[in-house]
């Protein structure tokens, strides 16, 4: 289970930070910045925070709040067209940095889920696994994929038949099924090789 050690080991303000969405074949890439304050931290915060992936859906829900309640926090994306063009290292790279200058201070520290640190402001940690290690890694983690889950089941909604409500835009079967049978949207990654042999609608 994620803790604060690694927060506690540095000095000053520390963020964690981690993303959601480098794989899917549609839908933005998005990143959260999440600053823990140990003297504010509920104690279900500290007991239950877990990478985001082995969590169901409702006690993801309900830590999402929390920590939105609780945390110092924000969200920002990569666009499909940043991802196509600059390709989706990049982008995002890009989105953990518009995350981190929207949280709007001054950053001593940033923790960092995976190996390739990021342009930041800030000296950078990389925590491979990170957020099953890190506290504030693994709130990035909730509210970065509870903004991104919420965002392609509003996309669904205006494009019928992919199944993104359920498969987030990941390339699953009924996913590719549908994009040889229907094509791609605005919001499919072109430059993604299942994507590109489609011509756009």
Same mark, same amino acid.
């Given at each position: 289970m994620p803790d604060l050690s690694l927060e506690r080991?540095?000095?000053?303000?520390?963020?964690?930070?981690?993303?959601?969405?480098?794989?899917?074949?549609a839908g933005p890439v998005v990143a959260a910045a999440v600053i823990i304050d140990p003297?504010? #931290?509920?104690?279900?915060? /500290?007991?239950? *925070?877990?990478?985001?992936?082995?969590?169901?859906?409702?006690?993801?829900?309900?830590l999402d709040q929390l920590v939105r309640a609780h945390c110092h926090f924000a969200i920002a994306e990569a666009s499909v067209a940043e991802i196509?063009? #600059?390709?989706i290292?990049? /982008?995002?790279? *890009?989105?953990?940095?518009?995350?981190?200058a929207g949280l709007g201070r001054a950053i001593d520290h940033a923790l960092v889920d995976g190996n390739r640190p990021p342009p930041l402001p800030c000296p950078v940690t990389c925590v491979v696994g990170g957020d099953g290690k890190s506290l504030s890694i693994a709130a990035a983690s909730v509210v970065a994929?509870?903004?991104?889950?919420?965002?392609?089941?509003?996309?669904?909604?205006?494009?019928?038949?992919?199944g993104w409500a359920k498969n987030a835009g990941y390339g699953t079967k009924a996913h590719l099924e549908a994009l040889r049978r229907l094509g791609p949207t605005p919001h499919h990654r072109i430059s993604f090789a299942p994507v590109a042999q489609f011509e756009l609608m």
């Open positions: 080991s540095l000095t000053g303000i520390v963020v964690g930070v981690d993303e959601v969405g480098r794989g899917p074949l003297a504010t #931290l509920p104690a279900e915060l /500290a007991e239950r *925070l877990d990478d985001s992936k082995k969590l169901s859906a409702a006690k993801r829900q309900h196509d063009r #600059l390709n290292l990049k /982008a995002t790279f *890009l989105a953990m940095q518009r995350a981190v994929k509870e903004y991104r889950d919420r965002l392609m089941r509003d996309l669904d909604v205006q494009f019928p038949g992919y």
